[in-house]
């Protein structure tokens, strides 16, 4: 399928967590090129038919594979692992959950929700969200990284300084990410393929959607990066910005708090003018709308905005 | 000056602070459209000619004055206030400091620095840094607000649930705001005009610029508005994203340390690649870059990025 590929990872060859000590599932010179099959984050549970039951059946055990690892030749501790992020091949299938307790907003969303997405993809045009509005999708990884140097297995959850379940929604094609180095070979492994995702990613999924990556790895020799970073080569928003934005703030002296009030005055807000069940909203904030910090200095207060695209309605 | 505008306040009607009890500068209908003279957030200690000697002599009993307060007829506690953004009348002239003890990094940046800014006020083109760079310019209100219902004088500095020192860089021409009202008559001032800031104001001041204001004030009764919010037109960052981004991030369980984290990468990444100093780095951060919550999801490791445009460099 990717005709500029040195090597395949097959779906079947994925991990939950990360392990110094998990077999490498290629070894590859730096500066190859790899098509990574990868599954969902629900690892096949939530798809195509499934149900509020769906989600109060899932097995915590079997979430957020990832597909590797990758032993990248040269790789050493104290290098950098330079990842191109070349091509997404998506499925055309995604979900969005509410999965009690676990989001920004665990506590006023008990309840378990789900919705599931088709869309095109070829064209990639706006998902139409059952609910309401429509949706503009930019596929990513939400999970991307190496290896940690602590022994042992470690949850997929958490993102570290290496990388792993970053969830940041601008790492999609044509960007160069960084990740520091902390086991020889590195270790690189991806996975937990999104449709869409706005940053925060608040009801805690995205459009969780099956896809392949294919990327080039690159050993930077000596880089000493202390955490990752990304270059995009132009803009990250133009997809969903055209019609403006709509947005609310939480203001106060703890930017957890007024992330919380920022989401939540959305939700009503979406709730109220398009006659949505909060939770329907909820989770349409998670997979379009940002979290951004406005003001952090004017002491004791500081403003934290979510930003909820027009265009979704329009 | 303005064709348009029902009222003009002067800017020597300025008040440091908020307090129920200012006597109002204007007595203006619902629907009125205003010409605001504003000074800088310096209220004119700080600008052409100024050394870091000025920085060092700043009197802050005389920080961010507000232009007003403009009592509005209809205006009751649980209604909101309605701001639409018509104009900005830029100076061409502004000022950029770190000032000791405040800023996201205060504890790593503790002498003063200035860098003083001129621009064309009819073009707007990308103003130059002396130290390295063009930032595309974007002018707004960094305060704009309502008086608080707690009797007395409130400082200037914090932002409230009636707005004030928000300094959200996205309440720009165009922009309609919504400010929750507490008292009779809302008595809304503003003041601290910026020509451009990023998300966070990192270094606590952004392209501090004296300008007038044109903006329309409208009484929404009964809105029972939570915090303040606001609807924007069109896009909000094509001025500046054209080239894409350097993007850092910081990883941790505390999103001020994630925050603090971010931009302490990215002004090591710009010192080290465009030969800055640290302080210009971090005041040019300030002015242009953008503080954003990529996952608040992930427990207990939350992902904050920060984002700075490569066109400043280009």
New interface residues.
């Given amino acids: 399928m990717c005709v500029a590929c040195d090597y395949t990872i097959h779906r079947a060859s994925h991990n939950f967590g990360w392990n110094r000590d998990f077999a490498p599932a290629l070894v590859a010179k730096s500066g190859s090129t790899i098509h990574f099959e990868c599954i969902d984050s629900s690892a096949g549970q939530l798809g195509e038919g499934s149900t509020v039951q769906s989600v109060v059946d899932l097995d915590f055990g079997k979430v957020n594979p990832v597909t590797g690892p990758v032993y990248v030749e040269g790789a050493e501790p104290g290098d950098a692992l330079k990842v191109t992020i070349r091509k997404f091949v998506p499925s055309g299938i995604g979900w969005t959950a509410n999965i009690p307790g676990?989001?920004?907003l665990a506590d006023q969303f008990t309840d378990p929700a789900i919705h599931v997405w088709t869309y095109d993809p070829q064209s990639m045009a706006p998902s139409l969200y059952g609910p309401g509005g429509r949706v503009p999708l930019k596929p990513f990884a939400g999970t991307i990284g190496v290896a940690p140097a602590e022994p042992g297995l470690h949850s997929v959850?958490?993102?570290?300084?290496v990388g792993g379940?970053?969830?940041?929604?601008?790492i999609t094609e044509g960007v160069t990410l960084y990740l520091p180095i902390e086991v020889e070979g590195a270790l690189f492994s991806i996975g937990d393929t999104h449709a869409a995702q706005g940053?925060?990613?608040?009801?805690?999924t995205a459009i969780e959607s099956r896809m392949d990556v294919e990327a080039t790895l690159e050993v930077v020799k000596g880089m000493k990066l202390?955490?990752?970073?990304?270059?995009?080569?132009?803009?990250?928003?133009?997809h969903l910005?055209?019609?403006?934005?709509?947005?609310?703030?939480?203001?106060g002296p703890d930017?957890?708090t007024g992330?919380r009030?920022?989401v939540m005055?959305m939700v009503?807000?979406l709730a109220a003018d398009h006659g949505m069940n909060p939770v329907d909203a909820y989770m349409l904030c998670s997979v379009c709308g940002?979290?951004?910090?406005?003001?952090?200095?004017?002491?004791?207060?500081w403003?934290?905005?979510f930003?909820f695209p027009?265009i979704v309605f329009s």
């Fill in positions: 676990f989001g920004l959850v958490p993102p570290r300084r379940n970053l969830d940041i929604r601008d940053d925060g990613e608040v009801c805690g202390e955490s990752p970073r990304f270059t995009t080569p132009g803009p990250v928003t133009r910005d055209a019609a403006g934005y709509e947005v609310t703030t939480g203001i930017l957890m992330a009030e920022a005055r009503d807000l940002d979290l951004r910090i406005s003001e952090i200095v004017d002491m004791p207060n403003v934290v905005s930003y027009r």
